[in-house]
């Protein structure tokens, strides 16, 4: 019991990481219809982001108050990565609108130019980030063991909070379902598509930020780090649904509780295989994903 109680933490941690890297995937795919390849490069803007503010916090600030670099980081590591999203949106993506293919090719280069700027920046080794204080050690429940920075990351579920209750609740949530279901009879009911198409990517690219910022408690960070949770991201929008959030928690949690499980009996490669095909054969079955928007939109594409 003590051994499936860490194995169900550790799993239910990688799918909240799971869950902040598709997140925005999921929303701004439905929406825009385009193929992000650079969207793990988000993850490790975010990343690198922390580091920076960390190396400040150490050059600038008295040492009984380095803790306090975190929640500094966190906030930093969602603008930024908005703000580069921004611009990675108006100088690329607006131009690739139901392009799938098109969108694929360019924004995987666009990933390549992002790590290689992170290798001429920060220099192709990885670098460490020394977590909070308050984040270190473990609980112990029961015989088992459980990380603090693991349960620390769980707190995923705060920011699915407020993504819902910014889709739900907010008349800019209303606009942007609106326009994942329909773009154009959105755009003839007075929304400004393009305003919604920017600030939605903006958001997404926000929330990998956030989610890099969560990485840098498992481990270094390096120039691929992004690369790393890619795909697991993208399995996430296809098994869930796109645009859909019960659909992303969902998936997040079959796929990282399906990895870790796995993982623990054979190896990490094999895992990654064996749930990469489960994946593949549930879609024969359901191609739309567990939760799919019905729409006249999508029923004529």
Wanted: charged share 10%; glycine share 10%.
């Amino acid at each position: 019991m003590d051994t499936i109680m860490t194995m169900m933490v550790n799993g239910i941690s990688l799918s909240s990481i799971l869950l902040l890297s598709a997140l925005g995937l999921s929303v701004t795919f439905g929406l825009m219809r385009v193929i992000n390849m650079a969207h793990g490069e988000f993850l490790m803007i975010g990343a690198y982001t922390t580091f920076m503010v960390q190396n400040l916090f150490l050059a600038h600030v008295p040492k009984e108050l380095f803790d306090l670099y975190f929640p500094v980081a966190l906030i930093a590591s969602f603008v930024v990565s908005a703000f580069i999203g921004i611009a990675l949106e108006a100088a690329v993506i607006s131009r690739l609108y139901g392009r799938e293919i098109d969108s694929l090719l360019a924004t995987w280069g666009v990933s390549l130019v992002l790590q290689q700027a992170a290798r001429s920046i920060f220099g192709a080794p990885n670098v460490n980030i020394t977590a909070p204080s308050f984040l270190n050690g473990v609980v112990h429940l029961g015989g088992a063991v459980l990380s603090i920075k693991r349960i620390f990351i769980l707190l995923a579920a705060v920011c699915l909070l407020i993504v819902w209750f910014i889709m739900y609740r907010l008349p800019f949530g209303s606009q942007m379902r609106a326009c994942i279901q329909n773009r154009d009879m959105a755009g003839c009911l007075g929304i400004q598509v393009r305003r919604m198409d920017r600030l939605t990517f903006a958001m997404g690219s926000g929330i990998a930020g956030l989610a890099g910022c969560a990485l840098t408690l498992l481990g270094s960070v390096g120039p691929t780090l992004g690369g790393n949770y890619l795909v697991d991201a993208f399995m996430v929008v296809v098994l869930g649904g796109v645009g859909r959030l019960a659909g992303a928690v969902i998936g997040a949690a079959i796929i990282g509780i399906s990895n870790t499980v796995i993982e623990f009996g054979t190896g990490a490669s094999i895992a990654k295989a064996l749930v990469l095909v489960l994946v593949i054969i549930f879609l024969q079955k359901m191609p739309q994903g567990l939760f799919s928007i019905r729409s006249r939109a999508l029923d004529e594409n």
